[in-house]
């Protein structure tokens, strides 16, 4: 079992910074494959980045591409997702998951471990 919990959420303006961070106990991070995921009120939870084992590759939604970062330190075992320009529109809860796909995994089906949340609400 893999015991996942996001911190650093908050309140921030449009244009602001917010680094996520997502901590694991129970097992070390680094046979999986690592993902955020976000859902908006109303809305389904969808897919931001991921990144390989080793952290040496990275998808990123094209919603976030060049604003969001995904990154991972395995001796920590933790993984982050900074944050950058922030619009209204990324106001979401922002759950970090581990996947053991052996590719980068975009599907919410090819999570199996997730963290209970962080809210992140960017103000116009």
């Known amino acids: 079992q893999v015991q996942l919990v996001e911190s650093g959420g908050g309140l921030v303006q449009a244009g602001g910074s917010l680094r996520l961070s997502c901590a694991a106990s129970?097992?070390?991070?680094?046979?999986?494959?690592m993902g955020w995921f976000r859902q908006a009120p109303g809305k389904v939870r969808e897919f931001v980045a991921a990144?390989?084992?080793?952290?040496?590759?990275?998808y990123h939604a094209d919603s976030v591409k060049g604003r969001f970062t995904i990154s991972r330190d395995n001796a920590e075992n933790t993984v982050y997702l900074q944050m950058n320009s922030l619009k209204p529109e990324d106001t979401a809860v922002y759950y970090c998951?581990?996947?053991?796909?052996?590719?980068?995994?975009?599907?919410?089906?090819?999570?199996?471990?997730w963290g209970p949340g962080a809210q992140v609400t960017v103000s116009s």
């Open positions: 998951a581990a996947s053991t796909s052996v590719y980068i995994a975009r599907s919410i089906l090819d999570y199996t471990y």
């Open positions: 129970g097992r070390t991070l680094s046979p999986y494959v």
């Open positions: 990144l390989s084992r080793s952290g040496g590759t990275t």
